[in-house]
């Protein structure tokens, strides 16, 4: 039990970049209600799914509590003595360069400064990188060859004022939620929304005008919409003359690039046509960009095309139009403040003589590195190779979400040190450490985080730290302190911290640093307490800036921004005869990267409860699948195995398959395993959304499901994937006749004690029920063909004290004593559990818009998360319901 405060919290929401402000409201027990903050000029009090659920997110279920040594539990200081023990051996055997650091855009910036600040300036490493190297390191990379900084021009207010808004790689439907919302809002006042991405997506139902892309040709699209602009008048000569460089070379280039965009991105001449035409007559545009762009080989190139079009029309820094970079993760860009990455030394500062000697004097660092270090994948071949032998991992899970990941996990086991800081007890990555030490979690952790609109936002704790949990700042300040430099780090709370950083990020500076929160370095704890929500920069003496370049001046020595000869088009890998078709990775709406949090949310897993693969039904029909059968996915680098949706959105030739799957929660499902490790030559980004595949009907004899109040790895399984219900996990499964009989092998996988059963062995069906004193513990149901999802009926039992005897039939009669199975399809509004059925019954019955259906079932009418999905039911209405009713 955590006793605490009750008093409401403002604090900030640890998922997407949108970085929605969120009111805690603590119950004194460990649990907190959540709701949006009303006051946040980020959301304005709208959460979505996600950010609703956080409050079934905090309980201690999983948590990692103690530091421990192989497994063992420990004391901190026994733990940071071994780990300070190992990195001086290292260091002293083979440099301090064998020592790394994998950081994570879920830290706080206090975080992010300490671990930069102890690597880079006093171990003396300068392999410091972070997953946020898979997130947005491409847009980092184009923002500073474009403007000498890395910095993103626009803020949210633009979307409400802006007249096209263009969302390039982004589905932000799902994965931008709120700020997708307000991209609506600003449709229903006739703002129009074109979205480019290769498959029809939930935010395909908002726009004006889809445009699926071939995958791999949005620099062929927007050189030659920069070609399209000069050909016809539309550029803004004056701009370009006054404020900017290169362009004659970048429209060579694009001239040269862009030949027949028709036949380079597979759309038609009017669709492109008309995108130009929109682009050229609409003075108010924001282009939108996220993992779709960035998530490339050629991910700068793509960025700088982007780019290239709002400075040759001088659409950039002005209300309602510029590009806006939508960051993936809540901190990615705090982290990129304080130098959190491998290619920046701190506060914006790169590796140049008078930037080192900057930070040398201002840390007082005996050991600061002299240039770059290795990024996120090289950083992992070096792990392999045996160049790094110790790696602190923080508060991420890079065995499931790097590229090839089976072999960044392989690469981990070669670690002579490998510490993590973590929350979580059990993950893909945690099995593997040797020193594990119990981080704070989201509601225990005090500090700042930046959101995609250069917003820095409190994070408050709410919680007591459980455990013997630490904030992360905290750990690497004693682990400094066991490896002599206390001092240097002698921080009583992030507000110390916080100061530090912004006194180093005007320190020297003379308006030549795009980030510069000098005008905080002052600050007293209280007022670091009670800071609202401000926008970078804001320097000693001046006031926080919305948006920045208004006045024509960039981050570059002359102050002119920089065209860039975006050249880099054509998939990334050519597909094969052994390899023919496209795997693009993504995010679905109700998870959150590798299920350590949201995974723990019943409510969510009720969207979409299973790992899937999503094909063309053309493509399906080629090679042989069934919609809901099992395929496996296999690339050059690994296999998985996935439940099979037929996607009419999807591209033919392509295939889309969601990255939340681990091996604590699925058989073979990890689905980076299977991307190349391929990355970008200028941002070092991986390749994750073209990797050359191979899909094929995975065999089994039988199918199934078991619900148990524990979580169950079944062996021997095709396929196996587990989500969680309330009060315990439902685990579907698909497997080949085991040896030692089918009933032997499903009565080991509902476990030992009172067993009823129901056995068919001509037909192969089993059926059983394990009790405990009358209390459900595990129901299985085995049969020679894929088995439905049970309805509610079934899992209704896990909260039971004591099943009837009718319970029991009913279990082994695979179906409840009413006959009555639930086939309502899946929950679409997972805030008032409304399912697909009642949707399609409310929309045959008359209601014609998301509104209407919200006023029949409320559906939609809280986060808005399904409002996209309601109103493809619209468009799909007969379909549905004939479905429905059938
Ligand atoms: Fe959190 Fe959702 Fe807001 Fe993103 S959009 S910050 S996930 S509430």
Redesign the pocket.
């Known amino acids: 039990m955590r006793l605490h405060e009750t008093k409401p919290v403002k604090t900030t929401?640890p998922?997407?970049g949108?970085?929605?402000g969120v009111m805690a409201k603590p119950d004194g027990l460990g649990n907190a209600v959540i709701l949006g903050d009303v006051t946040h000029p980020a959301?304005y009090g709208r959460?979505?799914v996600?950010?609703a659920a956080l409050g079934e997110t905090i309980d201690l279920e999983g948590r990692l509590l103690h530091p421990e040594i192989g497994g063992a539990r420990v004391g901190w200081d026994a733990a940071l003595a071994e780990l300070a023990a190992g990195f001086r051996r290292i260091a002293a055997e083979h440099g301090p360069e064998a020592i790394a650091f994998y950081l994570s855009g879920q830290l706080l910036t206090e975080d992010y400064y300490v671990a930069n600040k102890l690597a880079k300036g006093f171990i003396g490493t300068p392999h410091v990188d972070t997953n946020s190297r898979l997130c947005m390191a491409s847009s980092v990379a184009g923002h500073k060859r474009a403007f000498g900084a890395d910095v993103v021009p626009q803020c949210y207010e633009d979307l409400d004022v802006a007249d096209l808004i263009v969302l390039a790689g982004s589905n932000a439907a799902w994965c931008?939620?709120?700020l997708y919302q307000r991209i609506q809002k600003a449709r229903e006042r006739s703002a129009r929304v074109v979205n480019i991405d290769p498959r029809a997506t939930a935010t395909t139902e908002g726009s004006d005008l889809q445009l699926s892309i071939a995958p791999g040709s949005d620099i062929a699209l927007w050189n030659g919409l920069l070609v399209w602009l000069a050909d016809h008048g539309a550029l803004d000569a004056e701009f370009i003359e006054a404020h900017t460089n290169g362009f004659e070379t970048a429209l060579a280039e694009a001239r040269a690039q862009s030949g027949d965009v028709s036949a380079a991105t597979g759309l038609d001449a009017a669709e492109i046509e008309r995108f130009y035409r929109w682009w050229a007559e609409t003075p108010r545009v924001v282009s939108c960009y996220s993992q779709g762009v960035n998530q490339s080989a050629q991910g700068t190139d793509k960025v700088n095309a982007i780019l290239n079009c709002h400075l040759a029309t001088g659409r950039i820094g002005k209300t309602g139009c510029g590009p806006l970079s939508l960051t993936g993760q809540?901190n990615a860009m705090g982290g990129r403040e304080v130098g959190g990455m491998a290619n920046m030394l701190a506060a914006h500062m790169d590796f140049s003589e008078a930037e080192r000697s900057r930070v040398r004097r201002f840390w007082n660092a005996p050991n600061l590195v002299a240039g770059p270090g290795l990024k996120a994948v090289q950083m992992f071949e070096a792990i392999q190779r045996g160049q790094i032998k110790a790696l602190w991992v923080m508060g991420t899970n890079p065995a499931v979400s790097l590229p090839d990941a089976d072999g960044a996990r392989a690469a981990l086991t070669k670690l002579e040190l490998f510490v993590i800081s973590e929350n979580v007890a059990s993950t893909d990555t945690a099995a593997l450490a040797h020193i594990r030490l119990p981080a704070a979690a989201w509601g225990e952790k005090d500090g700042t985080v930046t959101n995609s609109e250069r917003r820095i936002s409190r994070q408050r704790a709410f919680l007591p730290l459980p455990g013997e949990a630490r904030p992360d700042w905290r750990i690497l300040a004693e682990a400094a302190a066991h490896l002599g430099w206390g001092g240097d780090f002698a921080y009583a709370g992030p507000a110390d911290i916080f100061r530090e950083h912004a006194a180093l990020s005007g320190f020297e500076n003379d308006g030549q640093r795009a980030f510069d929160i000098s005008a905080r370095e002052c600050m007293t704890k209280a007022e670091c307490e009670q800071m609202r929500p401000f926008q970078w920069p804001h320097p000693r003496g001046g006031a926080p800036t919305r948006r920045l370049f208004a006045d024509g001046r960039f981050f570059t020595p002359d102050g002119k921004a920089q065209f860039v000869a975006a050249g880099g088009a054509g998939l990334a890998a050519a597909v094969s005869a052994d390899w023919p078709l496209v795997l693009n990775t993504g995010r679905i709406r109700d998870q959150w990267h590798t299920m350590t949090r949201t995974g723990k949310s019943a409510r969510l897993s009720q969207h979409i409860a299973e790992p899937f693969v999503e094909i063309h039904p053309e493509d399906a029909a080629r090679f042989g699948l069934a919609g809901g059968g099992l395929a496996e996915v296999k690339t050059a680098y690994g296999a998985v195995a996935l439940r099979v949706v037929l996607a009419e959105g999807q591209r033919p030739g392509s295939l889309f398959a969601p990255m939340h799957w681990s091996a604590e929660n699925s058989g073979a499902a990890r689905v980076c395993a299977l991307v190349q490790p391929l990355t970008d030559p200028v941002s070092g980004q991986p390749e994750s959304k073209a990797t050359p595949a191979h899909i094929r009907p995975l065999a089994a004899s039988h199918w199934g499901y078991c619900l148990s109040r524990e979580m169950l790895r079944p062996d021997g399984c095709a396929y196996w994937s587990a989500s969680r219900v309330a009060g315990g996990f439902l685990t579907g499964f698909a497997l080949e006749a085991p040896e030692e009989g089918l009933a032997a092998w499903a009565r080991g996988l509902a476990g030992q004690g009172d067993l009823a059963e129901f056995e068919d062995a001509g037909l192969g069906i089993f059926r059983a029920a394990r009790l405990d004193d009358g209390r459900l513990i595990a129901a299985i149901h085995v049969a020679p063909e894929p088995a439905e999802p049970p309805g509610e009926w079934l899992t209704s039992l896990l909260s039971k004290q004591r099943l009837t005897p009718e319970d029991r039939r009913a279990i082994l009669a695979g179906r409840p004593a009413s006959g009555a199975v639930n086939r309502e399809g899946g929950i679409v509004c997972v805030c008032f559990q409304v399912r697909a059925a009642r949707i399609a019954a409310a929309i045959a019955q008359g209601a014609d818009s998301a509104e209407a259906v919200g006023l029949v079932l409320r559906a939609g009418t809280n986060c808005g998360s399904c409002v996209p999905e309601i109103k493809r039911m619209l468009k799909d209405t007969p379909q549905t319901f004939r479905a429905a009713a059938e």
Do not use: D, E, F, Q
Request: charged share 5%; proline share 13%.
């Open positions: 929401c998922y997407c949108v970085g929605c959301n959460l979505c996600k950010g931008h939620p709120i809540p």
